[in-house]
């Protein structure tokens, strides 16, 4: 059975994803210290809600320094999900400017769509277009769709880091890789059958 | 069409006390918020929604704010084991630490009625600590004698004088993530959702709007969001009490230009 760390700041309600990731395979550390994390060989990042709570969660709770050794030089398979995927990019715009984790040159900006009628937050499901041969939609059918609840958004220097895209009145970073770190906007513990095939293609993942 | 955000098809479960033990919380329908009808367990039929790949579901607790009792956190924790898309509860909801609590027993969104016309304050309250994202403000609208749309809290039991377009905008400047527009007059009736009232509601906020009550065939689902202008669709009875699930209703949906999820 593989083993997923999983690093809990306090700030977000991680039964959701407990249980997917349990639906899906996995056994759970969960990680409230940051030396919890050290003998991890795969990681989740969770995220929800506030970008400023979250980022102080992980910089004030100490994990930034252990992530960085294990992501960075340990090469360890990392998800990051929604907040937690926009804090690996290098700062955010939500509600004042906040540094991030800095693993990918990126921003995390406002939503703005080009169709005034699309309103903020998006809430709900979007077709989300991944990338060829991308690791995490092996298994899914072409253009599936996912469940987003977001009003800010990844905006990556270099498209290489974009693994899938769906569109919201421009086009929204959905799903970003880059050696053995990949992340979701969209959240799979909520996105029924293809959440759990994302998330059981993690836990087999090997960058 | 299809790159796009689709309209959600959410079940709505409202649950009572059962009559046969107080503990027990049984999924039930209701005419115009009265004439409650017991029609199965809650979870068991979420589990079905499950199945057949409803978008989203919402719990309602119509006993808690009439009984001044708390919400009620177990049936959402056991819903939780096994559900895996966003769950909406709501019911008996007053104060920031409720919010929290049904956070960590699974909810993805909570939803207030009674307490946010009586303490507005609170939407700003939740809006600021766990986001907008999870913060429902759920309206129940009735017409007056002279045909006017008015609000009414505890359950459909006492009348307001809010103007349900004046409290929609209220709400979304107070911090709502989303809206859920009830109309009490055709709750249970099944003759069609009050479209008049979505729509006005649609045009005046820019969250998305989830129109309910008396949807009776899938032509009222394509009404609300053709005509109403609807971000989502919630119906209890409907799905309660004939041969139509989320499924079929899908598809006589997206046979009408909507852009729904099919492939699941």
Request: hydrophobic residues 40%; negative net charge; charged residues 20%.
């Amino acid at each position: 059975m593989i083993t997923v760390h999983l690093v809990d700041t306090g700030v977000n309600n991680l039964l959701s994803i407990c249980n997917a990731l349990e639906m899906a395979g996995a056994r759970l550390e969960i990680c409230r210290h940051p030396e919890d994390l050290r003998n991890a060989d795969r990681i989740v990042l969770p995220g929800v809600g506030a970008y400023r709570d979250c980022i102080h969660g992980l910089v004030h709770g100490g994990f930034v320094p252990i992530l960085n050794e294990l992501v960075l030089s340990n090469n360890i398979p990392i998800l990051g999900i929604c907040v937690g995927m926009q804090m690996m990019a290098r700062r955010s715009y939500e509600g004042g400017e906040y540094e991030g984790l800095g693993w990918f040159d990126a921003d995390v900006v406002k939503i703005q769509p080009s169709d005034p009628h699309l309103r903020i937050p998006q809430i709900g499901w979007n077709t989300t277009t991944f990338r060829e041969g991308e690791p995490l939609a092996q298994g899914l059918p072409a253009d599936p769709d996912f469940y987003y609840v977001h009003s800010y958004y990844l905006r990556c220097d270099n498209p290489n880091d974009i693994a899938a895209t769906c569109q919201y009145g421009g086009i929204i970073t959905a799903s970003i890789r880059k050696n053995n770190i990949v992340a979701t906007q969209f959240h799979p513990e909520k996105s029924q059958d293809f959440g759990l095939r994302v998330l059981e293609n993690f836990l087999s993942w090997q960058p | 069409m299809k790159y796009m955000l689709k309209r959600r098809l959410i079940p709505k479960l409202q649950m009572k006390q059962s009559r046969f033990s107080a503990e027990h919380m049984v999924l039930v329908t209701t005419v115009q918020f009265n004439k409650v009808i017991e029609v199965g367990d809650p979870v068991s039929q979420a589990k079905i929604y499950q199945a057949q790949a409803a978008d989203e579901l919402i719990f309602l607790d119509l006993d808690a704010t009439p009984q001044s009792r708390k919400p009620l956190t177990h049936i959402i924790r056991k819903a939780a084991e096994e559900i895996f898309m966003p769950m909406t509860i709501g019911g008996g909801v007053q104060s920031v630490q409720d919010f929290r609590l049904l956070l960590e027993n699974g909810a993805d969104k909570v939803a207030i009625n009674t307490a946010a016309v009586y303490t507005p304050e609170l939407i700003t309250a939740a809006s600021e600590r766990f986001g907008a994202q999870c913060v429902v403000v759920s309206i129940d609208v009735r017409r007056n004698e002279v045909g006017k749309h008015r609000v009414w809290t505890h359950c459909g039991k006492q009348p307001t004088n809010l103007d349900p377009v004046e409290w929609a905008q209220q709400a979304e400047e107070r911090g709502a993530g989303e809206l859920l527009v009830t109309s009490i007059d055709r709750d249970g009736t099944r003759q069609g959702l009050d479209i008049e009232l979505i729509a006005r509601i649609v045009e005046s906020v820019s969250v998305p709007v989830i129109a309910a009550g008396g949807c009776g065939v899938a032509l009222d689902f394509v009404d609300g969001f053709l005509k109403g202008k609807a971000d989502a669709v919630a119906a209890g009875t409907f799905f309660c009490f004939q041969d139509q699930n989320p499924m079929q209703t899908r598809a006589h949906i997206a046979n009408a230009g909507i852009p729904i999820r099919l492939h699941t």
